[in-house]
């Protein structure tokens, strides 16, 4: 028996996944704009952004940050916290 | 030329058409006696017994008569080989021979990848996905020397980058066709994540930007003969292992896992590797626009890492928890590919000589 519930697999609608010590995958029908609204051509499938701030192909990921060793382990119980509440889960190691 | 001929040598041009490759020259008892089946119709039998392989189990994986034997008999599921019958492609008996070498094969791989450590520097992660992802990158971080990458972009000289060319040529003008194979073997999410890396490969379905055509701009710039398979005989069987390893994993749902496995670990080791490619291909006077193979690798790779470790890896792993060695397996073989790779191209520069097999050939 069929149901119209959360199981359906949902559209790409414009997401973001946030990688393990890495990159922003995007993923969708997203516009990329320049800071004064103006927008930037591109035609790529999927979009990995530069989060560690090495890239020399920003705002593209060329694979820096594993020279950087950049480390965030993108939990998403964390990062639900941060979101919600802008404030670090009490249990997270991270110094202030 | 007649008529007919003529229209179509020009809409081969015009659409851009791969040839079936020209049968090379034997290297050992195994491929001659195979090209010697090979150039009879399909419908005779039974097979040479000379065709299986008998030496030692360690050299198999490199070994020029084994390997060039698997590739030809691999081909014919590709672009085909000229002047040989279509119906070889499931001829029971060559795929009962090819079964015995790709067995071979395989005892070779699993002895020299015994050795490579998927060990992560910190715990463990508890869940099976994030576990795969995790050894994969230990597997890949793992510094192993001296790099190929590193000496092209460096010191490597003309000649040299075009030999690497040459090499890679054999695998780059039929780039990702052995890992599409897997597409069938696959379903839901992990299958979309496959798609999605195909769909950049293949440059989503506009063909002056798939990634075949951007190596064949590359081959033109260097002025290397960029027709599919031209440089078959010159390349060793290191060579020709690495492509042979994604056909064997490709063309069986049973290594699906290793087929993976392959794919997660040559896209996470690809990124840097290629912007020394690119600095290098510069260094040497090479063009922009044929440098843009190098340089859509630095960026399309940097995505597709994050997919084949944490989408489709992982999701193999959950959806198929028994395939998780399996994945491992096929990410240390294509580990050790390189590894073996590398180390004939650096061995064979630094001792002065040419790392093809017959330099002669070239241009």
């Known amino acids: 028996m069929r149901s119209d519930g959360p199981d359906l697999p949902v559209s790409w609608a414009g997401e973001v996944t946030v990688c393990p010590d890495g990159p922003l995958l995007v993923r969708g029908p997203v516009r990329l704009l320049t800071i004064d609204g103006v927008e930037v051509e591109q035609g790529r499938n999927v979009l990995a952004l530069c989060r560690c701030g090495r890239s020399r192909l920003k705002p593209l990921c060329d694979g820096s940050h594993r020279a950087s060793r950049f480390r965030d382990p993108a939990d998403g119980d964390e990062m639900a916290h941060v979101l919600r509440h802008a404030t670090l889960p009490r249990s997270s190691g991270t110094a202030e | 030329m007649s008529l007919d001929h003529e229209q179509t040598a020009l809409w081969r041009h015009r659409l851009g058409h ?241 087929l993976v496995g392959h794919l997660a670990l040559f896209e996470m080791t690809s990124s840097t590797p290629n912007g020394r490619y690119a600095r290098g291909h510069r260094r040497l006077g090479g063009g922009d626009a044929a440098a843009r193979f190098f340089d859509e690798h630095v960026v399309a790779d940097a995505v597709h890492e994050q997919i084949a470790a944490h989408e489709l890896a992982a999701g193999l792993a959950r959806t198929e928890p028994p395939l998780a060695d399996d994945i491992e397996f096929g990410a240390r073989c294509s580990v050790y590919a390189d590894l073996a790779f590398g180390r004939h191209l650096l061995g064979a520069w630094d001792a002065g000589r040419s790392s093809l097999r017959e330099p002669a050939l070239v241009r």
Do not use: C
Request: hydrophobic fraction near 40%; charged fraction near 25%.
């Open chain 2, 18 to 258: 791969d040839e079936p490759v020209a049968l090379p020259r034997a290297r050992g008892p195994v491929t001659a006696a195979l090209l010697d089946t090979l150039v009879m119709p399909a419908s005779d039998g039974p097979l040479d017994p000379d065709l299986d392989w008998s030496g030692p189990m360690a050299e198999a994986a490199v070994d020029d008569d084994l390997q060039l034997a698997l590739w030809l008999s691999y081909e014919l599921h590709y672009r085909g080989l000229a002047g040989v019958d279509d119906d070889w492609e499931w001829h029971p008996d060559l795929q009962r021979i090819r079964r015995q070498w790709e067995s071979h094969f395989l005892d070779s791989l699993r002895h020299h990848t015994a050795g490579l450590s998927s060990e992560p520097a910190g715990p463990l992660e508890p869940e099976l996905g994030r576990r795969v992802a995790q050894r994969l990158r230990a597997l890949a971080d793992t510094d192993h020397g001296p790099s190929v990458s590193g000496r092209l972009m460096k010191t490597a000289t003309a000649e040299q980058f075009a030999e690497f060319l040459i090499h890679r040529s054999l695998y780059h003008l039929k780039e990702a066709d052995p890992h599409t194979w897997s597409i069938p073997r696959l379903s839901g999410a992990v299958k979309a994540a496959m798609i999605t890396v195909q769909l950049d490969e293949y440059g989503l379905g506009d063909r002056a930007a798939m990634h075949a055509q951007l190596f064949r701009n590359l081959l033109d710039d260097w002025s290397l003969d960029s027709r599919y398979g031209h440089f078959l005989d010159v390349v060793p069987g290191v060579t020709l292992l690495s492509s042979n390893l994604i056909s064997l994993f490709g063309l069986q749902r049973r290594w699906r896992g290793a």
